[in-house]
Structure formats: structure tokens, C-alpha cells
């Protein structure tokens, strides 16, 4: 990682439509609120909807609280992400697994799951609501802005031990 510190984040669910797309506005809009210059992006570990924006159920309850996805494109995890980001946050255990398996072990310290950060909730997983009623969108949301600021606050406690340059 470059000067210890995470200056590029990953977020990792099965379709990159609900949960990682959410997780993505989610931590950009703390990481902007927070001041921290770092690259955030989103990827799937299954190539079922590339290309494809975000679930509108995702984009309608991300919106409500003032976070756009509209701008997402799904895409499907690749090799070369291993490399590129400093940290891969996966939302639930099976995709963590499926992260594991492709990762190169010079990579593997890398993976997370996305509620390690959490304090709020007692769940180890943002769990899945496409094929849920509305309250699992907002569950998703809940969970993320939990974990999104257990993030930030890990990020700015690395960087407040970094030396300065002056």
C-alpha cells in the first residue's frame, strides 16, 4: 500500500447492482465529506449485468438520502483490480470467497468484508435485497453509512500517523 495508507477502495458484491454500487455513492459522499482524496469504485463477481446502471430500487433509496448512483455502470471484477486498489470490501461471505480464490496471495491482505468497519450493527454481511420488498434497500443503506464511516475514521487514524514531510 502506498505510504500505509488506502488511497484507492473497492467495493465488492455478486452483480455490482445493489449493494457495491450503493456501498460506492455511500463512501464517496463521507470520503468527500471527510476531505480524503482517495479513487472509489465498484465491481461484481459475476458478469450478469455489465454495463447495466444500477437497480432503480438501489438508485430510488440512495437518492432519498442524497447519494447518486445514477452515473454507475456495473462491471465484473478483474485481475488487475488486485493490484489497482489498496482495499477490496466485499459485502458478504460467498463473495469474499469467490475474491480469495481469483487474488494473488501477494493481494490477499487486501480483502475485507465492508461490515468489518462497522460499530452499529452486529451483522458480518449487508445482505442481499434484490429479491426483497423495500425495507432490505433501506437495511443495505443503514448498514453502509455504518461501515462507510468505520472506514473513514480508520482511514484518517492511518493517516494521522503518517509522518510529515516538512
Do not use: W
Amino acid at each position: 500500500m502506498k505510504n500505509s495508507t488506502t488511497r484507492a477502495v473497492l467495493f465488492v458484491c455478486m452483480g455490482n447492482i445493489c449493494r457495491s454500487p450503493s456501498a460506492e455513492g455511500v463512501f464517496r459522499a463521507h470520503a468527500a465529506a471527510a476531505r480524503l482524496d482517495v479513487h472509489v469504485d465498484s465491481a461484481g463477481t459475476h458478469a450478469y449485468h455489465i454495463g447495466e446502471p444500477p437497480d432503480p430500487r438501489s438508485q430510488e433509496f440512495a437518492a432519498r438520502r442524497g447519494f447518486d448512483l445514477s452515473r454507475q455502470r456495473a462491471r465484473k471484477l478483474s485481475t488487475d483490480d488486485f493490484a489497482k486498489f489498496d482495499l477490496l470490501l466485499a459485502m458478504d461471505k460467498d463473495n469474499l470467497a469467490r475474491m480469495k480464490a481469483a487474488c494473488p496471495a501477494v493481494h490477499q491482505h487486501k480483502l475485507k468484508l465492508m461490515m468489518d468497519y462497522a460499530s452499529q450493527s452486529d451483522s458480518d454481511i449487508v445482505p442481499d435485497p434484490y429479491y426483497g420488498g423495500p425495507d432490505g434497500f433501506d437495511l443495505v443503506l443503514d448498514y453502509l453509512e455504518d461501515a462507510s464511516a468505520g472506514l473513514i475514521r480508520a482511514m484518517q487514524q492511518k493517516l494521522s500517523k503518517i509522518p510529515s514531510k516538512t
